[in-house]
C-alpha cells in the first residue's frame, strides 16, 4: 500500500484536500483491496481551521511528514503565510529531490514555486493567480487553462476541483485507466469520464 500525505493549514480551501483525499482513500475499495494510506499534516500538528471555518484535526507535524509516495499540497488563503516557511520548503525540496510524487491544487502551486521545484517547467494553479505564481518564479512555463499539467514527479493543477480531476489521473498514470475509473464510479465523479487525457 503506498503512502499519500496531504498539507493542510490554516486557510486551506476545502475541496483542494478533501477532493483528492476521498479519491485516494477510495482508490481500490470497490474491489475491497485499497491501494493508498491517506494521512494530513499541519505546519506544528495542531487542528487548523480551513476555508469556511472547518477544523480538521491532522495526523502529523510537517517536520514529521518524511517522504510519502505521493505529496498532495493544496490552496487557498492559507499559502500565504506560509510561502517563506523554511521546515515546508525543505519537505517540497526533500520530495522532489526524492523522486517520488508530488500533485499540488489551485494555488498550492504557488508554494512550489517558492520552494524552486517548478523552475523551467510548466504548471498551471487557479486562473486568477498566474501572475503571482511567475512572480515567485518568472522561469515557470504558465499553461493557463489547463486542467492539471504532469511534469513526471510533480503535477500541478487548476482551481478546487481539478485536484479531484489531477488525482484521477495520476492514478490512471500508476495504474491504469480502468482502475481510476472505478474509482471516479465509486465515489459517483461523473465529470472524470469528460475529461480527456494522454498517458505518458
Known amino acids: 500500500m503506498q503512502t499519500v500525505t496531504i498539507l493542510i493549514f490554516d486557510g486551506v480551501e476545502l ?14 475499495k470497490g474491489e475491497d483491496e485499497r491501494l493508498y494510506q491517506v494521512r494530513t499534516a499541519s505546519p506544528d500538528g495542531r487542528p487548523i481551521r480551513a476555508a469556511n ?12 511528514v518524511g517522504q510519502p509516495d505521493v505529496l498532495i499540497v493544496p490552496g487557498g488563503n492559507g499559502v500565504y ?23 499540488s491544487v489551485c494555488t498550492g502551486a504557488l508554494l512550489l514555486a517558492k520552494a ?14 498566474f501572475e503571482r505564481l511567475l512572480e515567485y518564479d ?3 512555463v504558465p ?12 503535477i500541478t493543477s ?19 485507466r480502468a482502475v481510476a475509473d472505478a474509482t471516479a464510479q465509486y465515489i459517483e465523479y461523473e465529470h472524470w469520464a469528460r475529461v480527456a487525457f494522454d498517458l505518458p
Request: glycine letters at 12%; proline letters at 5%.
Open 15 to 28: 475541496l483542494d484536500f478533501a477532493g483528492p483525499y476521498e479519491v485516494f482513500s477510495a482508490c481500490g
Open 158 to 176: 487548476a482551481g478546487v476541483s481539478a485536484g479531484i480531476d489531477a488525482s484521477l489521473y495520476y492514478i490512471a498514470r500508476r495504474h491504469g
Open 138 to 140: 518568472s522561469t515557470i
Open 81 to 103: 503565510p506560509l510561502k517563506d516557511d523554511p521546515t515546508l520548503h525543505r519537505l517540497i525540496q526533500a520530495q522532489a529531490a526524492s523522486g517520488r510524487q508530488t500533485l
Open 53 to 64: 471555518g472547518l477544523v480538521v484535526v491532522p495526523d502529523v507535524a510537517f517536520a514529521d
Open 143 to 154: 499553461r493557463v487553462g489547463a486542467r492539471w499539467v504532469d511534469n513526471g514527479t510533480v
Open 116 to 129: 524552486g521545484v517548478l523552475a523551467g517547467k510548466p504548471a498551471t494553479t487557479y486562473h486568477t493567480r
